[in-house]
């Protein structure tokens, strides 16, 4: 890390790694609608009643403690930040740039006592095991070895590629993060004293019945993948949890873990049936989706994200749903249309996720 990051602010830090992370991942079907689109009817609100619970949770008995149990996962609270951020500004009453850095910054702080490496992922890990928790995962894990299991792999692969269209189709692509997270790359030394990158990626919520009814009848609540690469595969984890890699992913494969609702699964068999349980859900949550109008799919966009928030509200013994004042909004509003030449430039952006600054996107 260079020694001039190393004295950088926090925000400054955060501001840096978001440009990078907007930058490598390019343009991205804004599916089944633009967030900017959506976030104007709830950000206000929504930053407002958040800014203010955690105040309240501040003051109380090891409050840090409560927020932990709160935030879902650390990617979910990252993926949600910035346009938290933005409802913070746009706030009434209004709330003062030095209470807006305080937000963020307690924020952090949370998330430093949640991850045991850089918040930001600045050095390409997202790390949420220590070092010796990894390799005590690594050892207890009956690994399927890809030497004699290719063909095995490549399902495995494409069940968990399978739960990621789920994903999307679940909670679109703003806020995917709020159902799954990619952790590590972990070092961990295998029982051959072979070293390997461990990642786990945790879709931690495929079954969210409170914001998609209809998924009761899914079988599975969780999937988790788990991945042993050659030491030397070029492979990082950014702060969006996208993972980036150079050269086969499959070649550079050591040993795969699969399992759905805890229970391993390790056939090919197996693996093609959970695959195909998961996209025949996919179609039919792209189906439900083809017969709701415009304004419905935004009200889902905004459910879900009061949803990622739920347990802020449950603490507080209040309704997790959306606000009456919220939904009235796009009955009164109307449908936000974005200008043809499409959402902002990063650095409006910058300025718009920078809690220092007053700019907020489309205001003039």
Same mark, same amino acid.
């Given at each position: 890390m260079a020694t001039k990051e190393l004295f950088m602010n926090r925000i400054d830090q955060y501001l840096k790694v978001l440009?990078?992370?907007?930058?490598?991942?390019?343009?991205? $079907?804004?599916?089944?609608?633009?967030?900017g689109a959506v976030a104007p009817y709830f950000s206000d609100v929504e930053a407002r009643?958040?800014?203010?619970?955690?105040?309240?949770?501040?003051?109380?008995?090891?409050?840090?403690?409560?927020?932990?149990?709160?935030?879902?996962?650390?990617?979910? *609270?990252?993926a949600l930040l910035m346009d938290l951020?933005?409802?913070?500004?746009? $706030?009434?009453?209004?709330?003062? $740039?030095?209470?807006?850095?305080?937000?963020?910054e307690y924020i952090f702080d949370v998330l430093e006592e949640m991850m045991t490496g850089d918040i930001f992922c600045r050095d390409g890990t997202n790390l949420l095991l220590t070092k010796n928790e990894a390799q005590k995962l690594s050892n207890q894990i009956s690994w399927i070895w890809l030497n004699s299991e290719k063909e095995l792999g490549r399902s495995i692969y494409k069940a968990s590629a399978s739960t990621k269209s789920l994903i999307w189709s679940l909670y679109f692509y703003g806020w995917d993060d709020i159902g799954y997270e990619i952790h590590g790359p972990y070092k961990v030394q295998l029982a051959n004293n072979k070293k390997a990158l461990l990642v786990i990626t945790d879709y931690f919520d495929i079954k969210p019945t409170l914001l998609w009814p209809s998924m009761i009848t899914f079988p599975h609540h969780?999937?988790?993948?788990?991945?042993?690469?050659d030491p030397k595969t070029d492979l990082k984890i950014d702060i969006f949890c996208h993972m980036v890699n150079k050269g086969d992913l499959l070649n550079n494969t050591v040993g795969l873990y699969l399992e $759905?609702?805890?229970?391993?699964?390790? *056939?090919?068999e197996g693996a093609e049936a959970l695959s195909k349980e998961l996209l025949e859900r996919v179609m039919k949550q792209h189906k439900a989706l083809e017969t709701m109008k415009k304004e419905e799919i935004i009200k889902k966009y905004i459910e879900s994200r009061y949803y990622a928030f739920r347990r802020w509200r449950?603490?507080?013994?209040?309704?997790?749903?959306?606000?009456?004042k919220v939904l009235e909004r796009i009955k009164k509003w109307g449908i936000i249309e974005l200008k043809e030449t499409g959402g902002p430039t990063w650095e409006e952006l910058k300025k718009a996720f920078d809690p220092r600054t007053e700019v907020i996107p489309g205001k003039d």
């Open positions: 440009g990078q992370a907007f930058e490598k991942t390019g343009e991205i $079907a804004p599916w089944p609608i633009h967030v009643d958040i800014y203010d619970k955690l105040k309240m949770i501040s003051k109380q008995d090891q409050p840090k403690k409560i927020l932990r149990k709160l935030v879902v996962a650390p990617a979910v *609270t990252k951020i933005v409802g913070l500004k746009a $706030a009434r009453p209004p709330i003062s $740039a030095r209470e807006r850095v305080w937000f963020v969780s999937i988790r993948l788990m991945a042993l690469y $759905a609702n805890d229970l391993p699964i390790r *056939t090919k449950i603490y507080f013994g209040e309704d997790w749903y959306p606000p009456k």
